[in-house]
């Protein structure tokens, strides 16, 4: 069965630091998401990506992240210059056209110190 | 804007006896409702969905879930837990509009005891 799937499964990297998180998304999707869910708290959605383009962010979603769909395969989140604030787990997640439901990532563990 | 509760922090139950995990949501009209399972170090597993049709859902692993418009209410069910059911269970809530971003309750943490 096809999955998302999401590489480094555990990141740790210093305040003020540059991190991409990978995700391969399942193969004819074309709705890409990232979510977060910092310690103990719910899942958030972050940003959701369409034809190549941002569709629609939360208020997380600052200047400080980016998504980018650099070939027909990965889908990348980074994040410019980390804050304590974004250790968490970020989860990537797709979608097939007219499906309603997404498939997510097991997930990348951002710790930074 | 959308909603999801999930009053439930903690639930213990027996291994074999049935399960119900609540779920509310708040949203103007019909939503695309989820429940998804997160065990230990591992990613969101999709159970079942409702958008249509039959409010009484099947999903994997044995699992149901019945929609009340009513009472604007979505609860999981399994007849008979299984100790490998020991995980959290997340309710998520989408729409039909836009592109579907997900809103999440804050999860129900199942443990199952001999």
């Known amino acids: 069965e096809p999955e998302v799937t999401q590489t480094p499964s555990h990141q740790v990297t210093q305040m003020g630091q540059e991190v991409i998180l990978r995700c391969v998304p399942i193969?004819?999707?074309?709705?890409f998401y990232w979510y977060r869910q910092i310690l103990g708290q719910k899942v958030e959605f972050l940003v959701s990506f369409y034809n190549n383009e941002i569709s629609e962010k939360s208020e997380i979603f600052d200047d400080q992240f980016s998504v980018e769909r650099p070939d027909g395969s990965n889908f990348t989140l980074k994040i410019r210059s980390t804050k304590l604030e974004d250790s968490a787990m970020y989860f990537c997640?797709?979608?097939?056209?007219?499906?309603?439901?997404?498939?997510f990532g097991p997930g990348t563990r951002l710790t930074v110190t | 804007a959308q909603s999801v509760t999930q009053p439930d922090i903690h639930i213990t139950v027996s291994e074999g006896a049935s399960l119900e995990l609540r779920c509310n949501y708040s949203?103007?009209?019909?939503?695309?409702l989820f429940w998804y399972v997160q065990s230990p170090g591992q990613g969101l597993q999709l159970l079942l969905k409702y958008f249509s049709g039959d409010t009484l859902v099947q999903g994997i692993k044995g699992f149901e879930a019945e929609f009340k418009r009513s009472q604007s209410s979505f609860n999981l069910r399994k007849p008979s837990v299984h100790w490998s059911d020991a995980a959290e269970y997340f309710c998520?809530?989408?729409?039909?509009?836009?592109?579907?971003?997900?809103?999440f309750g804050t999860g129900t943490k199942l443990q199952v005891i001999p």
């Open positions: 998520a809530v989408g729409w039909s509009g836009g592109y579907q971003k997900v809103t």
């Open positions: 997640a797709s979608r097939a056209d007219k499906a309603v439901e997404q498939y």
């Open positions: 193969s004819n999707h074309l709705y």
């Open positions: 949203y103007g009209a019909t939503p695309y």
